[in-house]
């Protein structure tokens, strides 16, 4: 297959240009190498892969139509992962944040709707379009947030509230994937992501926070809990994700037009507190932590529920929240000089 990843140097991206290598599809790659660690990234896959595997398109989605355009003539299948992805930033830029991932994502349609053949497209969305969720009732239990009402998570038929600048834009975005594809009859797929954790992700303060504490504990970093730490997720290995989209992208007879949660349900959740704890215990020493006041649209509890996707598609986590942790852990362990080179520590 001939794949596009749009924002194929950054975590999410590198990890499906990679596992998509390995199976022999032939891969290209959109970004402009804005975010800290890509360049690394594309030096890994260089490293990885033959020189003639993938090709790479340093361009902007906002701006630069016309090498999209080429980056994309003649995929079968298009990911768009770029994205401005912290709330903290879309709350003090956000018209940056607009014209990234709205814009951005408008862009990226309308010249998958021009091509011929027209491409299938997987957009990479986030919980946060279901905004705080202020009217779901939450109760606590052994030390954390849960549900009261809803053992199996959060489903796709949750009303909408974006919230933040964030959840608007990416909220407002997927909504144009979805028309896309019921207007024009383009073959789309949403993904609605909760909390994707695993090797080369670069996480920092504002996002990706199971891999911000796992580099903070080890380098002796102080950490801000913003909020109680009682507050729950459910995490989703990379790994996993990847296997969704490329079965998404197998089935899409059935996924077309399709919204899926993709997270790690009701069996993968963790509370800062508990990641906090595990980090601990696995580091070996005490990690300094402190408390600060909520951030604005932060839910005190997020799980998907994941069961569309399973019925649907036939997927669902495989890699569990210890494994999942001891393989990021293992990671930042053994390439622990990137980091202080980043400045990220």
Known sequence: MNLLVVGGAGFIGT????????????????????????????????????SDAFKIFRGDIRTDLEMLKDAMEGAEAVIHLAAQVAVTTSVAKPREDFE??????????????????????????????????????????NNRWEYRDLPGGVPETQLLDFHSPYG?????????????????????????QSCIYGARQFGIEDQGWVAWFTIAGLFNRPITIYGDGKQIRDILHVDD????????????????GKIYNI???????????ELMGWLQSYWGKVIPHTFGPT???????????????????????????????????????KNRDLFPLLGLV
């Open 241 to 256: 994700l990847v296997r969704a989209y490329e079965m998404a992208i197998e089935k899409i007879d059935v996924t077309a």
């Open 168 to 192: 608007c834009s990416k909220g407002a975005a997927e909504q144009y994937v979805r028309d896309y594809h019921r207007i024009y009859g383009l073959r789309t797929v949403v993904m609605r």
């Open 100 to 141: 990234i991932n709205t814009l951005g994502t408008f862009n990226v349609l309308e010249t998958a709707r021009l091509m011929d053949p027209k491409p299938i497209v997987v957009y990479a969305s986030t919980n946060k379009v279901y905004g705080g969720m202020e009217t779901v009732a939450v109760t606590e239990r």
């Open 295 to 333: 951030r604005p649209g932060d839910q005190p509890v997020y799980v998907s529920n994941i069961a569309k996707a399973a019925a649907e598609f036939g997927w669902q986590p495989t890699i569990a929240t210890t494994q999942g942790l001891e393989q990021l852990a293992g990671w930042v362990q």
């Open 15 to 50: 990890n499906t240009v990679a596992a998509f290598l390995r199976k022999g599809h032939r891969v290209r790659i959109f970004d402009n190498l804005s975010r800290t660690g890509t360049e690394l990234n594309v030096q890994w896959l260089k490293d990885e892969f033959a």
């Open 263 to 273: 997270g790690g349900g009701p069996t993968n959740t963790l509370s800062l507190l």
